[in-house]
């Protein structure tokens, strides 16, 4: 058996809280620092980047946990939940090869029994960008994070910064609740034509992948107006916004610019700010982001 095969084998996938929380505890039973990993699956090499992460972060002897889970409470109406991919053998070997020791794999009766009445909302952050596009899109986030928090009960998070007002807002939940463990936000990985890696990638066509690199130049070219001196946040927006749309059959869900921290809008570059987008490229909803300077 090769190698890698051999790994992927090994790699054991747990589809109950009870039987996670055991491995875990027999983890730190052993002095192993327990890292998570919270996924979607239908993992690409943007998540075996984040695994990588909590690798280093754990260290050698660490034991990194990613959850693979689509959940069903942060999508709304009329959103991708049924076709969102599944591809648990591909995950498998994509966190085996990235040096995962561990996959939660749950059914949604797993993590959701019965009629849920608990969920958990973070205020402000929530309020722009997908937050505004998607109402109850992060209210379903920060639950099941936490539940995974609780369940795995980490000394270290990764998630990425291609979702950054969701890493922002979970970072907020987990200060103000005391949810274990602290947060660590890497990069985004990109394609070498520039797209962001996403899952949702694989919903593209040939023809809207081939335009897709466009979002982040539109996102570079917003970058060098303000790296040129341009303060004005509305003309900023309005350039940015006008090269999105000039993207074949692209529409705009949103081009704004808000401050780095608070997620609110801003009139005036005085600080680090975000500059981010959603573009729905036939039914794929594409994001990305910069830190403007």
């Known amino acids: 058996m090769a190698r890698g095969c051999k790994r992927v084998a090994e790699l054991p996938v747990v589809e109950t809280i009870a039987g996670t929380r055991a491995a875990v505890a027999a983890a730190r039973s052993a002095g192993r ?45 009329g959103e991708d939940y049924s076709r969102y991919p599944r591809d648990l053998d591909g995950d498998r070997r994509v966190c085996a090869d990235a040096g995962a020791d561990l996959i939660f794999h749950p059914s949604p009766a797993e993590m959701y029994p019965g009629v849920p009445a608990a969920f958990v909302d973070v205020t402000g ?69 520039g797209l962001a890696l996403s899952s949702r990638n694989a919903f593209l066509t040939a023809e809207e992948r081939a335009v897709a690199p466009r979002l982040y130049a539109a996102l570079l070219a917003a970058r060098d107006r303000a790296r040129g001196g341009e303060t004005d946040v509305s003309w900023l927006e ?56």
């Open 125 to 193: 952050l929530g309020d722009h960008l997908c937050g505004r596009s998607r109402p109850g899109h992060f209210r379903g986030v920060c639950t099941v994070v936490l539940k995974l928090l609780n369940i795995v009960q980490p000394d270290v998070s990764v998630f990425g910064a291609k979702d950054a007002q969701q890493a922002r807002v979970l970072r907020k939940m987990v200060a103000d609740l005391n949810a274990p463990g602290r947060v660590e936000i890497a990069p985004t990985v990109r394609d070498a034509d």
């Open 33 to 77: 620092i327990v890292a998570l990993v919270p996924t979607m699956g239908a993992l690409h090499a943007g998540h075996a980047e984040l695994v990588r992460v909590a690798r280093r972060q754990a260290g050698p002897t660490g034991f990194v946990v990613v959850s693979i889970f689509v959940n069903p409470t942060q999508f709304g109406p």
């Open 238 to 293: 309005g350039g940015l916004a006008a090269d999105l749309a000039a993207i074949p059959g692209a529409r705009v869900d949103y081009a704004q610019v808000v401050d780095d921290e608070t997620m609110q809008p801003v009139t005036r570059l005085v600080g680090p700010a975000l500059c981010a987008v959603a573009v729905f490229l036939g039914r794929t909803r594409l994001i990305d982001n910069l830190t403007l300077p």
